[in-house]
């Protein structure tokens, strides 16, 4: 037998080591105040991916791992694994001694239970993540045995505490997940306790004393404040009342101007696990955008440059396949589809309509429809500003609505109410986690958060997505992808505007926020402020 | 004309007259000067004034500045006036009613008037729209919601005063109906203060509606200057002019309409007809 075997305990010691390796010795205690944008609906990391949860809920919850800027797996709640020879059995080595925030153990038992009942059922992207488990055993407390029905490497990358936060079995079973107390009072065994939650204001985590990594957190406190208004999120960061503030809450044109400033500092580290992209979900199912001429004319109108020179000055990348370019690293990117210009292509969008028997009326108008935004600040209302400009040419003409969160997302992914709505999704470090959760049939879940709205359902793609999960060779894997990618370029039950950069703007006497590849996603354990 | 004589001796009201014709003038001709719809992404992003053709400068995404500002005043002076007009309807309702017959209705009434009273009005204004989600008709609704009481109060107080008078109690005795004494005999008498503060109520509609609009509940689709300024306000430090304009417009606007409500009390209340 040959085991890939790894031990955790002495890398994760070389790992607080290299984190130690600043110059200076870190101070403890201390609140971090930084911005959380905008207020989550829950805390409920189980339930939903929604951006603002994730700035809160991993301080708060574990996973198995964490991983390193360069995604190389940091053993958290699990302190080594195995993968055996025919890549169908994963066997996590758990931590002893681990409590959970309310005294109880952390046991394999609260590993089963989480994946098995909560993820795999009602989390966005754990039926994906985690489709090939097909039982977990636990042979004893601090033993949990993945047994899969196909190789699954993708799935190690999934484990992180934001991805697939590890919940408490006894304070969930024999309840519904999605209706738990736990969503507004989170229970962890992470880094910081849930201690209060002011509607309105702002989130307070206490430091978690019994913390299982000795000595940390070195924050006593750390405080995610709610600020609506962009500027008064840039004022606060320029007068330290807030520290951080990372995924845009701090606007770029205010970003750039910081980084000049003494005092500050921007960066894009620590969203490699995240790779963004902007986009704009149709609805599929009823007209207009039904027919894929139409979904096409639509992509070939957008001046993907335009948007991000002048809404996320010079921040981004333009979109040129389902798939970000980030991919090509792993050779699953394919270069030199259609329907993705950089530069608007007006003509060439008009004859796809005309092609199409898509016609104008009286006043040049081919089609109506209401245009839906991801209320996640002014750049998005900018954007949406800029779609009405720039699909009127065409004859599509639109109208904007603006709503809030939980209304937002329920009318997209719930009620399915929405014709064409801008979104931003992360494609993650692989694309069975987060792109396939846009195209394929198992993905129409009502009620899920950010998975296929579309409704999109194409047989010949839905086999060709399963076959890209289970393949390990990277050749076959590659080819397989670029089918996938032809198909959804002609289809586009989804547009991709943009591969995102994110900025994180921070405080410079705050240190150590980028240690690990989750930045603001990642627990803060190590986070320390200068005195 | 007596009524111009008293006005214009109030040189300030002939000045916000002046100003308000003037901006009348410019919604009415919006269409004319930028025909083009206000939202269109008319050239190079974030141009200053003066540069690029644009006349006031463009925004992040290349709008015309001026050109919002035109279009701009037609959606603050249609709310403003659309709002005040339906306020001072359902005030003048309630107060008529309360002041004439008092009692048991007035005392409904005024409960139901004080009710409206103790909420803030500009929260009560974005709850409102908030939940009727923003369109042209929501904001006027709501505008028009918080502001009615005022009017209310002060029709139902002049209605108390005039129902006693003998010119009243003469029409009873003439067997006149309810209605038409309240409509035709009470109601010209204590049009002057209705008058007066309707106008006021102009103003603060207008600048309900731009704070709704900055605080991004306006009506997405429609150009107005809390738009514009809200759109403006995270480039304040880049680009001054994408804001300061349309603040400039609104403060004349609502400057020019309070000088001239001013100028028409002194005109129409006969108590000031000495103030010099």
């Known amino acids: 037998m040959n085991f890939r075997t790894w031990v955790g305990a002495a890398l994760c010691a070389a790992g607080l080591a290299a984190g130690a390796g600043s110059a200076t010795a870190q101070t403890a205690g201390g609140t971090l105040v930084y911005i959380v944008q905008p207020e989550p609906p829950s805390l409920a990391s189980f339930l939903s991916t929604s951006g603002p949860i994730g700035l809160v809920a991993p301080k708060i919850y574990d996973g198995l791992f964490d991983y390193d800027n360069d995604l190389n797996i940091v053993p958290a709640l699990a302190e080594s694994y195995e993968v055996s020879d025919d890549g169908k059995t994963v066997t996590f080595k758990l931590r002893e001694g681990v409590t959970w925030h309310d005294g109880a153990p952390f046991t394999s038992a609260d590993v089963q239970f989480t994946v098995m009942e909560v993820l795999k059922k009602v989390h966005p992207r754990g039926p994906n993540s985690f489709r090939e488990v097909m039982s977990i055993d636990t042979p004893d407390d601090y033993t949990a045995v993945f047994n899969l029905e196909n190789p699954a490497p993708y799935m190690l990358r999934a484990l992180s505490g934001y991805e697939s936060p590890i919940v408490p079995k006894h304070l969930l079973e024999g309840q ?67 520290m951080y503030g990372a995924y845009g809450a701090i606007p770029n044109i205010d970003a750039v101007r910081l980084r000049d400033m003494d005092g500050f500092s921007v960066t894009t580290d620590g969203y490699s696990m995240i790779n963004p992209m902007a986009l704009i979900e149709f609805n599929t199912k009823e007209s207009p955008f039904d027919q894929a001429a139409i979904r096409q004319a639509v992509s070939l109108a957008i001046d993907r440059e335009f948007l991000i020179e002048n809404i996320w000055f010079g921040y981004g990348k333009p979109a040129t396949s389902a798939l970000s370019t980030n991919f090509s690293a792993t050779g699953l990117y394919k270069a030199g589809l259609p329907n993705y210009p950089a530069n608007a292509d007006v003509d060439a969008a008009i004859k796809v309509l005309e092609d199409a028997g898509i016609t104008a009326d009286g006043d040049g108008v081919r089609a109506r429809a209401v245009l839906d935004l991801i209320p996640y600040g002014e750049d998005w209302r900018r954007a949406g500003e800029y779609m009405k400009q720039a699909l009127a040419p065409i004859g599509i003409e639109l109208d904007l ?23 931003y999704f992360y494609q993650l470090p692989d694309p069975v986690l987060g792109v396939h959760r846009h195209y394929g049939s198992d993905q129409i879940r009502q009620g899920t958060h950010f998975v296929n709205s579309s409704r999109y359902s194409n047989p010949e793609l839905d086999a060709l997505l399963a076959a890209g999960a289970q393949e390990a060779d990277a050749a076959k894997r590659s080819e397989i992808y670029g089918q996938i990618q032809e198909i959804l370029a002609e289809d586009m039950p989804v547009v991709n505007l943009f591969e995102m950069q994110f900025l994180t703007v921070y405080n410079d006497k705050l240190k150590d926020h980028a240690t690990s590849a989750l930045g603001a996603y990642g627990p803060f354990e190590r986070v320390w402020i200068e005195e | 004309m007596a009524f111009w004589k008293l006005f214009a001796r109030n040189r300030g009201a002939v000045i916000g007259l002046v100003i308000l014709v003037l901006i009348t003038v410019m919604a009415a001709t919006a269409g004319l000067f930028f025909p083009q719809d206000p939202f269109s992404l008319a050239g190079q992003p974030m141009s200053p004034p003066g540069e690029n053709g644009f006349l006031l400068g463009s925004d992040s995404l290349g709008r015309d500045v001026a050109a919002g500002i035109a279009h701009g005043a037609k959606t603050s002076l249609l709310i403003g006036l659309l709002a005040t007009l339906v306020a001072v309807f359902v005030g003048i309702v309630m107060g008529a009613l309360a002041g004439y017959y008092g009692g048991f209705i007035d005392n409904l009434l005024m409960r139901l008037t004080e009710m409206f009273q103790t909420i803030p009005s500009f929260i009560f204004a974005i709850l409102l729209v908030a939940i009727m989600k923003p369109s042209i008709e929501s904001i006027v609704i709501a505008i028009a919601v918080v502001s009615w009481p005022a009017v209310a109060r002060l029709v139902r107080g002049e209605f108390l005063s005039l129902r006693n008078r003998e010119f009243v109690q003469a029409c009873h005795t003439l067997g006149m109906s309810d209605l038409r004494i309240m409509l035709g005999e009470i109601l010209p008498n204590c049009l002057s203060p209705v008058i007066v503060i309707g106008s006021l109520m102009v103003a603060t509609a207008i600048l309900i509606e731009s704070g709704l609009a900055f605080l991004g509940l306006g009506d997405p689709n429609i150009m107005s200057w809390g738009f514009q300024i809200g759109a403006g306000r995270t480039l304040l430090r880049s680009a001054w002019w994408v804001c300061t304009f349309p603040g400039i417009a609104i403060l004349l606007t609502v400057l020019a309409i309070n000088l001239v409500g001013e100028g028409m009390n002194d005109a129409l209340n006969p108590r000031l007809r000495e103030r010099s």
């Open chain 1, 176 to 242: 519904d997940p999605r209706n738990s107390d736990l969503a507004t009072n989170p229970v962890g065994t992470g880094a910081y306790k849930f201690t209060e939650w002011r509607k309105g204001q702002y989130v307070r985590l206490d430091k978690n004393e019994n913390y299982w990594k000795d000595g940390l957190p070195y924050l006593d406190r750390i405080v995610g404040r709610f600020i609506p208004d962009a500027s008064t999120r840039t004022a606060a960061m320029e007068n330290s009342e807030v």
């Open chain 1, 401 to 423: 609505r603006y709503e809030d969160v939980p209304t937002w997302l329920k009318r997209v992914y719930a009620d399915y109410d929405f014709q064409i709505n801008v979104n």
